[in-house]
């Protein structure tokens, strides 16, 4: 079946970039989505990236696809303390019936 | 984004009652409305997917019978926990996708239940 994974941690210095790793195995996989979810939230969309893109670049967000490998990247310039959160890494396929595939996050925390 | 809303972000109820969570669309429609659980720690669990004026599907090992949805219009969805018991105690997440095969899909601030 469908899946996607995600290291569990990540630790940053603060100002340093942060970069999340991902990989899926679904072939068909159409959206690509990076979820943030602060303590006690819901997730909050951060970006996305359609299969047939390489790269999209959002402000400090830069995500990077390389389809071929089922990888796929987020990396947040400069991070800051806001940034400590929970990072989803999600999937799923164009049609209308496509269920959204999450990974189990990646915690990211921030040194001084 | 578009913003989806639930409605109680807390509730504690005592064992063997039910608990009703709402989920609404503010900003837009959504004819597709999907509720997941949240067990601490861990990634979000799909439990069945809501489309207004049909029934839910359900996961697998997700019971219709303790989980009651309902879609009764294009900005809410309902979830009923029945007979709700400890185990019952998640962190419970609606979503809201824009439109049938729209790529964006926006979630609620979720609902803690805990149940004692």
């Known amino acids: 079946g469908e899946d996607v994974e995600q290291s569990l941690f990540l630790s940053v210095r603060e100002g340093d970039s942060s970069v999340i790793n991902c990989t899926y195995t679904d072939s068909s996989s159409t959206y690509l989505y990076w979820y943030k979810q602060e303590p006690g939230a819901g997730l909050q969309l951060l970006t996305y990236?359609?299969?047939?893109?390489d790269m999209k670049q959002d402000q400090r967000l830069t995500v990077l696809l390389n389809k071929k490998d089922k990888h796929l990247s987020l990396r947040i310039a400069d991070t800051q303390t806001g940034d400590s959160a929970i990072y989803f890494c999600a999937e799923r396929g164009y049609s209308s019936a496509s269920k959204i595939i999450f990974g189990s996050g990646t915690r990211l925390s921030i040194r001084p | 984004g578009a913003v989806v809303s639930q409605h109680p972000s807390r509730v504690i109820c005592k064992s063997g009652t039910s608990v009703k969570i709402e989920c609404r669309s503010l900003?837009?429609?959504?004819?597709?409305m999907f509720w997941y659980r949240q067990f601490p720690k861990q990634s979000l669990m799909l439990m069945a997917t809501?489309?207004?004026?049909?029934?839910?599907?359900?996961e697998q090992g997700v019971e219709k019978d303790k989980f009651l949805i309902n879609h009764a219009s294009l900005t809410l969805s309902t979830l009923t926990v029945t007979s709700a018991h400890p185990e019952d105690s998640s962190f419970y997440i609606c979503?809201?996708?824009?439109?049938?095969?729209?790529?964006?899909?926006?979630f609620g601030p979720g609902t803690r239940l805990t149940v004692l």
């Open positions: 979503s809201a996708r824009l439109g049938g095969a729209s790529k964006e899909q926006f």
């Open positions: 900003d837009f429609q959504a004819t597709t």
């Open positions: 809501s489309n207004e004026g049909s029934k839910a599907t359900y």
């Open positions: 990236i359609f299969s047939n893109m």
